[in-house]
């Protein structure tokens, strides 16, 4: 425990030290236009960079406030929010090793999630603050090399990672659980760790053709992973088996206009034993089940505005299913539509529709729907402001469950 506390003060203090040096020497610090709040370090940020080393220092925060509720009057408020450290290390320009690269990642989250303290929300499947959750304290969330073969069609990465950094991975600009990031974790977490926890892991990927690719990996199930008290653990003590998923990304770019895509279409099965995992699972006549899991991801750009490609309409969707036995979720889905730059004074800004549906066939519960809009505000380069407004019905997937209103504000900023 010392040990770790003396590590974690030193990587504070080095974040803390580098930002004044930052804050002294860079003329660009602040500039709207650069993509570090703190500049180029007098141009040795981009010097370091040139000779392999990438560092990079991110805030995420979202604070959440129930505007309206049919059941509850109150009308609390909650704020979370999480720091990320990571270095990306090109091991070709520093040690001459060939299509390597490596990165460790440490991050830190903090706050309360309203989700967990409203009335309102008591019971909620998904959550109105997605930075929340796994443990508000420090981990290892990044510790991996990985390399490419085979004229770089054959890709190998191993380390320490998290399933959703390779397989059913999604974009997270929504404050809303259910429309952020990787869906598998969400609703199958006892086994499958989004970030920031990570475990041992493999992955392989094969490029069959330039926008088509395949990927299979095998992760450590290991809940002691989960804990509080060992966001850098390393050991395996502890692992229950692993978790095996296996993917098809077609990256397409359709149309005249060559507008991007990404479609996906994985599988996971977990070799660890669901009932010693999930309470869920122990009443089920099969001592001895396995978690496995599809999923169906969409995202598609349908329209350029104006000639230019980075302003436009996307269409994307998610459809994720699991076995009745060992998940108390059997299947979700999400639909969205965002607008890149649809007013020529605001062309990076960014307005985002979109509505989840969580499905849990127990005796008693249906379906619990959250839908978000935002508005995302390109301050600067480095700052990005998205007020949101959530509402969810049927809360819990409750038949006769709350619905609420809830407003929200989140912001990413890279120092």
């Known amino acids: 425990m010392l040990r770790r506390f003396a590590f974690i003060s030193q990587v504070s203090m080095c974040s803390v030290m580098v930002s004044l040096a930052a804050q002294s020497h860079a003329a660009d610090a602040f500039s709207t236009e650069s993509p570090y709040m703190l500049g180029d370090w007098n141009g040795q940020r981009a010097a370091l960079k040139e000779q392999g080393y990438d560092f990079s220092l ?24 999480q720091v990320s450290l990571g270095a990306h290390l090109d091991l070709n320009k520093i040690l001459g090793w060939q299509d390597t690269e490596a990165q460790m990642t440490v991050t830190e989250r903090h706050g309360r999630n309203l989700s967990n303290t409203s009335d309102a929300l008591n019971g909620q499947l998904s959550s109105v603050q997605e930075v929340w959750g796994r443990g508000q304290t420090w981990r290892l969330t990044d510790f991996w090399i990985k390399r490419k073969f085979l004229d770089q069609k054959l890709d190998v990465k191993v ?12 974009n997270c600009d929504f404050q809303n659980l259910a429309l952020c990031g990787s869906q598998m974790g969400n609703w199958a977490g006892d086994q499958w760790y989004n970030w920031p926890v990570s475990q041992w892991a493999v992955r392989v990927k094969y490029q069959l053709q330039p926008n088509l690719f395949a990927q299979v990996g095998a992760f450590e199930v290991n809940p002691e992973n989960l804990e509080r008290g060992k966001g850098f653990n390393l050991s395996t003590d502890g692992s229950k088996g692993a978790l095996i998923p296996v993917e098809l990304v077609w990256q397409p770019k359709l149309t005249a206009a060559q507008l991007p895509g990404e479609y996906r279409l994985g599988y996971f099965y977990s070799t660890a034993d669901a009932s010693k995992l999930n309470s869920q699972a122990q009443d089920i006549a099969n001592t001895s089940a396995h978690k496995q899991g599809g999923w169906v991801s969409v995202k598609q750009q349908l329209t350029m505005h104006q000639g230019d490609v980075n302003r436009g309409l996307t269409a994307w969707a998610n459809f994720t299913f699991f076995d009745d036995a060992t998940n108390a979720v059997t299947n979700m889905q999400n639909f969205a539509l965002s607008y890149n730059g649809l007013f020529d004074a605001r062309p990076q800004d960014e307005i985002a529709v979109g509505v989840g549906r969580i499905h849990k066939s127990a005796q008693g519960y249906n379906s619990e729907y959250d839908a978000e809009l935002y508005y995302g505000i390109h301050a600067t380069n480095w700052l990005t402001v998205r007020p949101n407004i959530q509402y969810v019905r049927h809360v819990g997937a409750l038949k006769d469950g709350n619905n609420a209103w809830v407003g929200g504000i989140k912001f990413v900023t890279a120092f």
């Open 58 to 81: 991110g805030y995420t925060g979202e604070l959440a406030n129930v505007l309206d509720s049919k059941n509850t009057s109150s009308h609390s408020t909650e704020y979370s929010g």
């Open 159 to 170: 380390g320490r990672f998290g399933e959703a950094e390779e397989f059913n991975s999604f």
